[in-house]
Nanobody, 119 residues
Framework: QVELVESGGGLVQPGGSLRLSCSASGSIVSLNSINTMGWYRQAPGKEREWVAS???????EYADAFKGRFTISRGNAKTTLYLQMNSLRPEDTAVYYC??????????WGQGTQVTVAS
């Protein structure tokens, strides 16, 4: 079982930046089974949407809406995931979730962290 804990959310003014973190824990077997990690978000009244993903190889992909503003990365231990968010807009207000996908085709989700962009 993989457990994910997000942090770094909060209130930020439009145009500001935030860096979200996601820490993965579990058995060595479980952690080694992770082959991709990603960020999703869900705004009030909307469906959850994919933001970005990164594979164990280090290759990253982004939804078009976030290219150039958001950057996904991993820590050296590869059990920490980051999302650097720049030029934030009020419409970026949402709960941001971390997801880990495994070689067993199972997905694990964190509880989410709230990001509010407002002046």
């Amino acid at each position: 079982q993989v457990e994910l804990v997000e942090s770094g959310g909060g209130l930020v003014q439009p145009g500001g930046s935030l860096r979200l973190s996601c820490s993965a824990s579990g058995s060595i077997v479980s952690l080694n089974s992770i082959n991709t990690m990603g960020w999703y978000r869900q705004a009030p009244g909307k469906e959850r949407e994919w933001v970005a993903s990164i594979r164990t190889s280090g290759s990253a992909e982004y939804a078009d809406a976030f290219k150039g503003r958001f950057t996904i990365s991993r820590g050296n231990a590869k059990t920490t995931l980051y999302l650097q968010m720049n030029s934030l807009r009020p419409e970026d207000t949402a709960v941001y979730y971390c997801k880990a996908g495994t070689v067993y085709r199972t997905d694990h989700w964190g509880q989410g962290t709230q990001v509010t962009v407002a002046s």
